[in-house]
């Protein structure tokens, strides 16, 4: 256990006090300004738009919670003010034929996530509309957003225009794409669901160290000698490398999301314009390896409790700006080190 006693999630680790990095989607589809935001209520054929005067009418209130995102970054004590979700239900009474919600976004995916309406009210969910004491910004789900408590952020439905009670469940956009765990509990680390690539493709792959624009998520290849290995544009979110040889490996704008690349010797290897957000590179050796252009929000190379620390030095590249969105132990360790 750490000085934070419980509130930090196994894994995680705190951004800066004055830090809230961005995760997703940056904009809603555009607004017309004779067109206020609303959120429609539907359950069946019934529904319901209440602007966001009406739900704030609804009751407002002070929420301070900590976020957990799932690329292992949390922040603590986020002072929200919006309106309790059991208000929403209080008011729209939905029918007892309907278990789940599901949260739509004005975006252009129509942006959405699912939950069990009673894990929702348990959670405590609220829709928030103002941070920090002012109205929540535009880029972090403003004017209106879910806020679930208890669950990774991508539960957390920015731009929120629509509550829909279901009786089945409808996975969301990052459970259906990314394979996010469709619970989501921070405390027993549902971050991803157990893919199994199929065994015979494996087995060829790793023969061939060719993993090129295959989607190989939570692909198994711990301790493998897998020097030279290609896997450009390769989908391998929480792909499992600890301890494998990648000397000279190309990951270049792979998708290594919340992959585990602890202890791999990585001397060499090239991850151009990457998604490494929330992989592990503790105790990995990273002489000479290219980060340039990766995007590395809640990426790891020192842990703490066991020691385990990537080696870096003046021949690894990554940039400046890379480097700020790290969590401040790892900044600090990576600047020690690098460049
Ligand atoms: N509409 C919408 N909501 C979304 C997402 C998104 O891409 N679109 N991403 C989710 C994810 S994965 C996270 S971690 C949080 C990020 O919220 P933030 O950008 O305010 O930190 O929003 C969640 N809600
Ligand atoms: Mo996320």
Redesign the pocket.
Known sequence: MNELGDRLPPGQQLVAADK???????V?SPISADTPWALRLLEGDRSVRLTLDEITALGPEEFTVD?H???RWSRLDCRFCGVALSKIFDFFQPTSSSRFLRFV?K?ERL?S?SLLMKDALDLGTFLATHFDGEPLSV???GPL?SVVPGR????????LTEIEFTADDQLG??ETE?G?HNVGDPWKEERFIAASVDKQLAARLLATRRLDGENLMGFAARGRDLAGLTAVDTILRNADFCAANLDGADFRRANLSGAKLRCASLQGATFEESDIEGADFCGADLRGANFAGASMFGATFVDRDSGDAAVLDRTTIIDQDAVESLCPLQQDFVREHAA
Do not use: F, N
């Open positions: 809230w990095p961005l995760v997703g989607e940056r809603p976020i995102c799932v690329t976004a975006t942006h996530t880029e972090h789900g957003r990774y952020l991508y539960k957390s439905l920015k731009w956009y990052w990314a996010y």
